[in-house]
């Protein structure tokens, strides 16, 4: 074949007409798009100062680093941490530091990437295999090291097979991979070094020679590996890249709804399984879409995504709700004090609703992941930069604390890439019109093309300070006189729609949103949720905006159990909480809200660096109606506080489901001898000993959305329960409501057997009951005995073989 007629081949083949895809709507890169205000600039300056060089220091903390060094032979010694995907938080972290690099330079952390990538690719095998946990074990089992303590060096790998062997189920080798492409590609985008990058190809090649219809058929255990192949594609032009990650998505529809194996992928339609498996899947699909020209996945993607809108979403944009699969419950099981809302499963839904606003135009998408940003995901990061949350629960009992780093560390590094490239998702382009989603102090910079074909430099400059005050000005600046549309999102806050399809909706939504150009006010039409603006548009032109600003009540769907008879509140794109601390009286959870009461927003320069709070008046329950009398009411002015605060200032109350009808609140609770008791257990329990005697009584025992104490894993054990009473006591009653999860195929179950112990005279003594210890599961066992004076009594019981126990409660007379 002659050189032109290759040529010729090559033309047609990677040509953007014959296969180079794109998305309808192009994302506009965050190098372009610059934040200018106190809210996310803010945000970003902390990640860069704060949170990149604290993960970089976890990670050489905890070991991460190392496991490169031993894999590469440098360094003797077995797996170094808990998680064979441990490798991935050093990926990340590179990521995120790339993202960084490209917004500002910093030498010094470029060369601590440099060295640190050296030592990845000394760790990697001659083929290009890449995955510390392997390569150290089989090192270790060649030189005879191999032993039990190398075993127990991970909680899902123990034993050395052949590579892939668990891929597909909990290996995560093919997730290590897709995290190496995604920072392999952003350092090559920052630096124009191509040493990561070599890492990366190699491994890719590998990954395609094993991974095939007649070779390895195998979906990956967790989903990532296919959008970071299509960043390859992305990157390269190379085809290959985005037709292995079309194979990975139809490998799917063998195995376990846990990581959306259950069906093939076009044919799913409910949201199942672990949360951040599933929204990196979709992410997937709409990539491949894109890029493919393929509508094969469009339906399942919708659905999936409004199973999620219309039935499993937190009104934070929080998504999956339970923690024993991080991951999806049944539609409207939504709790609140055991919300999980898991930070990764936040950024990457967010990440999802871009990529459907950009295959579609439609802002409901947009609107989605406006809440999820300003709120679930926003939550992640503390104020400082320096501690996180892994789960996001809508309740705390003084139980929940921000903490610098975790053994499954997956969120910390994820928010450092998410936020320094966050400016992606202010705007987006399709030929000349422009859309903007994001509103916040910025200045973009775009490329129009006139009649001719010429490009057309259009700069586009928000200024204000939203989203705490409710004006904000775009200065429009073309080069030239341009024609072009300049679409402006509409937000469903800003029209009386709290949520698309309604799973939350305002109660008596006021305000209206106002838009002028150059000072002429503009009729408030919308396309798809846009107001679009189509004009010749010159220097100088400036489109003013004003948003509802006014505090608003948010009410659920009533078979939302966890939210019925209660009301959050909710102010431009931010959901409110109550936080014990900015309160005369820190018992939040007993108050009643007044649905009619007037709230009021004030801006606080003092507090939390300038926030907007929002002022109102409820009640402290006291007592509940009783004897013909009505409840016991106490007067209580109340501040709330955006929800993506809370906790940065240690323990507390916090509420954002607020009892606005007396059967959703909480009295006081009442003195009782459990809660005047000290308590204590037995080794190995876990979770607050105050649970047992909170006075929270459970829907059954598998009920997750009140707290409970366990001994998992400590399996057909004998462990005991204390009450140490203030004084000598005499009692002759006691009931004990468990916990079993038996439901949900955890690992608790009721006791085989139980009994009540008594001290006297320093030795514990059996109390006796002559109908003996009857074990009822969804019930409370009580048991009368022969009244004894004592200053402490024992719960003692006795595990199932194979199993755990757990309390919920228990209260003694």
């Given at each position: 074949?002659?050189?032109?007629?290759?040529?010729?081949?090559?033309?047609?083949?990677?040509?953007?007409?014959?296969?180079?895809?794109?998305?309808?709507?192009?994302?506009?890169?965050?190098?372009?798009?610059?934040?200018?205000?106190?809210?996310?600039?803010?945000?970003?300056?902390?990640?860069?100062?704060?949170?990149?060089?604290?993960?970089?220091?976890?990670?050489?903390?905890?070991?991460?680093?190392?496991?490169?060094?031993?894999?590469?032979?440098?360094?003797?010694?077995?797996?170094?941490?808990?998680?064979?995907?441990?490798?991935?938080?050093?990926?990340?972290?590179?990521?995120?530091?790339?993202?960084?690099?490209?917004?500002?330079?910093?030498?010094?952390?470029?060369?601590?990437?440099?060295?640190?990538?050296?030592?990845?690719?000394?760790?990697?095998?001659?083929?290009?295999?890449?995955?510390?946990?392997?390569?150290?074990?089989?090192?270790?089992?060649?030189?005879?090291?191999?032993?039990?303590?190398?075993?127990?060096?991970?909680?899902?790998?123990?034993?050395?097979?052949?590579?892939?062997?668990?891929?597909?189920?909990?290996?995560?080798?093919?997730?290590?991979?897709?995290?190496?492409?995604?920072?392999?590609?952003?350092?090559?985008?920052?630096?124009?070094?191509?040493?990561?990058?070599?890492?990366?190809?190699?491994?890719?090649?590998?990954?395609?020679?094993?991974?095939?219809?007649?070779?390895?058929?195998?979906?990956?255990?967790?989903?990532?590996?296919?959008?970071?192949?299509?960043?390859?594609?992305?990157?390269?032009?190379?085809q290959r890249y985005l037709n292995q990650a079309k194979f990975f998505l139809d490998a799917r529809g063998y195995g376990d709804p846990y990581q959306q194996n259950h069906q093939k992928v076009k044919d799913q339609r409910e949201a199942v399984?672990?949360?951040?498996?599933?929204?990196?899947?979709?992410?997937?699909?709409?990539?491949?879409?894109?890029?493919a020209h393929t509508q094969e996945y469009q339906e399942a993607t919708e659905a999936v995504w409004s199973d999620i809108v219309l039935r499993k979403m937190y009104v934070t944009g929080g998504v999956g709700a339970s923690g024993s699969n991080?991951?999806?419950?049944?539609?409207?099981?939504?709790?609140?004090?055991?919300?999980?809302?898991?930070?990764?499963?936040?950024?990457?839904?967010?990440?999802?609703?871009?990529?459907?606003?950009?295959?579609?135009?439609?802002?409901?998408?947009?609107?989605?992941?406006?809440?999820?940003?300003?709120?679930?995901?926003?939550?992640?990061?503390?104020?400082?930069?320096?501690?996180?949350?892994?789960?996001?629960?809508?309740?705390?009992?003084?139980?929940?604390?921000?903490?610098?780093?975790?053994?499954?560390?997956?969120?910390?590094?994820?928010?450092?890439?998410?936020?320094?490239?966050?400016?992606?998702?202010?705007?987006?382009?399709?030929?000349?019109?422009?859309?903007?989603?994001?509103?916040?102090?910025?200045?973009?910079?775009?490329?129009?093309?006139?009649?001719?074909?010429?490009?057309?430099?259009?700069?586009?400059?928000?200024?204000?300070?939203?989203?705490?005050?409710?004006?904000?000005?775009?200065?429009?600046?073309?080069?030239?006189?341009?024609?072009?549309?300049?679409?402006?999102?509409?937000?469903?806050?800003?029209?009386?729609?709290?949520?698309?399809?309604?799973?939350?909706?305002?109660?008596?939504?006021?305000?209206?949103?106002?838009?002028?150009?150059?000072?002429?006010?503009?009729?408030?039409?919308?396309?798809?949720?846009?107001?679009?603006?189509?004009?010749?548009?010159?220097?100088?032109?400036?489109?003013?905006?004003?948003?509802?600003?006014?505090?608003?009540?948010?009410?659920?769907?009533?078979?939302?159990?966890?939210?019925?008879?209660?009301?959050?509140?909710?102010?431009?794109?931010?959901?409110?909480?109550?936080?014990?601390?900015?309160?005369?009286?820190?018992?939040?959870?007993?108050?009643?809200?007044?649905?009619?009461?007037?709230?009021?927003?004030?801006?606080?320069?003092?507090?939390?660096?300038?926030?907007?709070?929002?002022?109102?008046?409820?009640?402290?329950?006291?007592?509940?109606?009783?004897?013909?009398?009505?409840?016991?009411?106490?007067?209580?002015?109340?501040?709330?506080?955006?929800?993506?605060?809370?906790?940065?200032?240690?323990?507390?109350?916090?509420?954002?489901?607020?009892?606005?009808?007396?059967?959703?609140?909480?009295?006081?609770?009442?003195?009782?001898?459990?809660?005047?008791?000290?308590?204590?257990?037995?080794?190995?329990?876990?979770?607050?000993?105050?649970?047992?005697?909170?006075?929270?009584?459970?829907?059954?025992?598998?009920?997750?959305?009140?707290?409970?104490?366990?001994?998992?894993?400590?399996?057909?054990?004998?462990?005991?329960?204390?009450?140490?009473?203030?004084?000598?006591?005499?009692?002759?009653?006691?009931?004990?409501?468990?916990?079993?999860?038996?439901?949900?195929?955890?690992?608790?179950?009721?006791?085989?057997?139980?009994?009540?112990?008594?001290?006297?005279?320093?030795?514990?003594?059996?109390?006796?009951?002559?109908?003996?210890?009857?074990?009822?599961?969804?019930?409370?066992?009580?048991?009368q005995f022969e009244p004894v004076k004592t200053t402490a009594l024992r719960l003692v019981f006795q595990g199932k073989e194979g199993v755990s126990v757990g309390v919920h409660e228990w209260e003694v007379y």
């Open positions: 074949m002659s050189k032109s007629v290759r040529a010729l081949v090559y033309s047609l083949l990677f040509s953007p007409l014959y296969l180079w895809g794109q998305y309808p709507i192009e994302a506009i890169p965050f190098t372009q798009v610059k934040f200018q205000d106190r809210f996310w600039a803010d945000r970003q300056r902390v990640v860069r100062e704060v949170t990149i060089p604290h993960t970089f220091l976890k990670n050489r903390e905890t070991n991460r680093d190392r496991n490169f060094l031993r894999a590469a032979g440098l360094e003797e010694g077995p797996f170094c941490t808990v998680y064979p995907f441990d490798d991935t938080d050093v990926y990340k972290s590179i990521e995120g530091a790339a993202y960084s690099l490209q917004n500002r330079p910093d030498p010094k952390l470029e060369a601590k990437v440099d060295s640190l990538i050296s030592t990845i690719a000394a760790a990697q095998e001659p083929d290009g295999y890449l995955y510390t946990w392997r390569s150290i074990a089989e090192k270790r089992q060649q030189k005879g090291l191999w032993s039990t303590e190398d075993e127990k060096k991970t909680n899902m790998v123990k034993v050395v097979e052949p590579r892939w062997n668990r891929e597909d189920q909990a290996s995560h080798e093919l997730y290590n991979a897709g995290h190496l492409y995604e920072a392999a590609i952003a350092w090559k985008q920052a630096t124009g070094k191509d040493n990561l990058l070599k890492v990366a190809l190699k491994n890719a090649e590998l990954v395609l020679q094993d991974f095939s219809e007649s070779k390895l058929k195998k979906a990956p255990g967790h989903q990532v590996i296919e959008m970071a192949l299509v960043r390859l594609y992305e990157h390269t032009k190379d399984g672990h949360a951040v498996r599933a929204g990196y899947m979709f992410i997937s699909t709409c990539d491949v879409a894109a890029h991080e991951g999806f419950a049944k539609p409207y099981d939504l709790p609140n004090y055991s919300a999980y809302c898991e930070t990764c499963s936040s950024i990457s839904f967010v990440m999802w609703g871009r990529r459907m606003f950009q295959l579609s135009g439609d802002s409901k998408y947009v609107d989605v992941m406006e809440r999820t940003l300003y709120n679930a995901l926003n939550a992640g990061l503390s104020q400082k930069g320096d501690s996180f949350f892994y789960p996001n629960p809508l309740e705390s009992r003084k139980n929940v604390e921000r903490v610098p780093w975790f053994t499954c560390a997956c969120c910390p590094p994820n928010l450092t890439r998410f936020f320094s490239s966050l400016s992606e998702y202010v705007c987006g382009q399709k030929g000349n019109d422009v859309y903007v989603n994001l509103y916040a102090a910025s200045e973009a910079n775009l490329k129009l093309k006139d009649k001719n074909g010429k490009t057309v430099p259009l700069n586009l400059k928000q200024v204000g300070n939203f989203p705490w005050e409710d004006r904000l000005k775009i200065m429009v600046t073309p080069d030239k006189v341009q024609n072009f549309s300049l679409k402006l999102r509409i937000p469903g806050w800003a029209r009386g729609e709290a949520s698309p399809g309604g799973l939350y909706q305002f109660v008596n939504f006021q305000g209206q949103m106002e838009v002028k150009v150059n000072g002429q006010m503009q009729a408030i039409k919308l396309e798809q949720g846009y107001l679009v603006l189509s004009r010749k548009w010159k220097k100088g032109d400036i489109v003013e905006l004003k948003f509802p600003m006014t505090p608003q009540l948010i009410k659920a769907d009533e078979r939302l159990e966890a939210a019925k008879g209660r009301l959050a509140i909710q102010r431009g794109p931010m959901v409110y909480c109550l936080e014990g601390k900015d309160q005369t009286d820190d018992r939040i959870l007993n108050v009643l809200l007044d649905e009619k009461a007037s709230f009021s927003s004030q801006y606080d320069p003092n507090l939390f660096g300038g926030i907007s709070t929002v002022s109102f008046q409820g009640s402290l329950l006291k007592k509940m109606p009783e004897a013909g009398n009505g409840a016991e009411l106490q007067p209580l002015a109340l501040k709330a506080i955006p929800y993506f605060l809370w906790a940065n200032r240690g323990k507390d109350n916090m509420l954002v489901w607020l009892p606005s009808q007396l059967q959703a609140a909480r009295p006081l609770n009442r003195p009782t001898l459990a809660n005047s008791s000290k308590i204590s257990a037995s080794e190995g329990q876990k979770g607050p000993l105050s649970a047992v005697s909170d006075q929270y009584l459970p829907n059954n025992s598998n009920d997750h959305s009140n707290p409970y104490i366990h001994w998992w894993p400590k399996f057909g054990e004998k462990v005991w329960l204390q009450f140490d009473f203030p004084q000598a006591e005499q009692v002759g009653t006691a009931k004990v409501y468990w916990f079993d999860d038996e439901d949900q195929q955890g690992g608790c179950r009721v006791p085989s057997s139980w009994s009540i112990q008594y001290l006297e005279d320093g030795q514990w003594k059996n109390a006796y009951s002559h109908t003996g210890f009857k074990v009822q599961k969804d019930a409370w066992n009580e048991v």
